[in-house]
């Protein structure tokens, strides 16, 4: 395991993906009945932008940099809960800031030291759970939750040749376990060979009601580069589809370099 998500924190793929989840969350919190979130692939928690690793790449600078001062309503509700939350918070501490008392939280980590630093962050947090556990084996085994309601965050960080293929089986897998859950999963835009490869898999499986949020800041041409990032999500809620494009066309606006082929996409994969 050599991916240490403290390189990539708050990059423009981080904030699109974090955006987007405070959106899910909301959603499921618009009924006073309890929600489960469950995030297979959770990180350290919490990253210093000014530490060492940030410091190395700067990927930061192009994404929560470019928001933080003056940022466009539609990511309003996002940089303010960043801003109030001090460090940048990785997926975990952005969704448990949103937590009502009736909520609960499990969240699974392998790496050892991002595990420590994320147990030591809930520590003596009665709604958060912290699991040194695969998330693939997560899947089945923290499914389906006794709330019967929930949002579960799949988000790898595709080292593995094989992370597109692993994802479409824990989709399918977990999906089955908790047919009513809303499903968000995070991928990178590369090129569009392997995405397209996703789709057909996805589409393949069996599972309904599936639609991608995609936001590419330039042409999806050279493989060696991150040029965008998509959202697969199962379940989205009741006017998703209204509500997603103003958070990528202000996403797009800001994070984007005006490069010839950026672009945003709200599409339909599979039929309700
Ligand atoms: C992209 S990062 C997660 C970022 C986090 N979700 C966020 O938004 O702040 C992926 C994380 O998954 C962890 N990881 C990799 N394989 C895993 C597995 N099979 N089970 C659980 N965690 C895993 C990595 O150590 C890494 O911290």
Redesign the pocket.
């Known amino acids: 395991?050599n991916?240490?998500?403290a390189f990539?924190?708050g990059n423009a793929g981080?904030c699109f993906?974090?955006a987007l989840?405070m959106l899910l969350l909301g959603a499921l919190q618009q009924k006073p009945t309890p929600v489960f979130v469950l995030?297979?692939?959770?990180?350290?928690?919490a990253?210093d932008l000014n530490g060492e690793a940030a410091q190395r790449t700067g990927e930061w600078r192009s994404g929560i940099g470019r928001l933080l001062d003056d940022p466009p309503p539609a990511l309003q509700d996002f940089v303010a809960t960043v801003t109030r939350l001090g460090l940048y918070?990785?997926?975990?501490?952005?969704l448990r800031a949103m937590l009502r008392p009736q909520d609960r939280m499990a969240c699974?980590?392998?790496?050892p030291e991002?595990h420590a630093a994320l147990r030591a962050r809930f520590a003596g947090d009665p709604q958060t759970g912290v699991h040194h556990?695969?998330?693939?084996?997560?899947l089945g085994a923290l499914l389906p939750p006794k709330e019967r309601r929930g949002l579960v965050?799949i988000?790898?960080?595709?080292?593995a040749t094989d992370e597109f293929a692993r994802l479409v089986e824990g989709l399918r897998r977990g999906q089955a376990r908790f047919p009513g859950g809303v499903f968000a999963a995070?991928y990178p835009i590369k090129h569009r060979a392997p995405v397209r490869d996703f789709f057909a898999g996805v589409q393949a499986s069996g599972i309904r009601d599936v639609v991608v949020a995609e936001l590419w800041w330039r042409a999806p041409l050279d493989p060696a580069r991150l040029n965008g990032a998509g959202l697969l999500v199962v379940n989205p809620p009741y006017r998703f589809d209204q509500q997603v494009p103003p958070i990528l066309a202000a996403l797009l606006d800001r994070l984007g370099d005006r490069e010839a082929g950026g672009g945003t996409a709200l599409t339909r994969l599979v039929d309700e």
């Not at 995030?39 to 928690?45: F, K, L, R, V």
């Not at 988000?155 to 080292?159: G, H, L, S």
């Open positions: 395991m991916y240490r998500h990539h924190a981080d993906k974090h989840l995030d297979t692939h959770a990180g350290a928690g990253y918070p990785g997926s975990p501490r952005l699974c980590e392998l790496h991002d556990r695969d998330a693939w084996e997560a965050l988000d790898p960080p595709y080292e995070w």
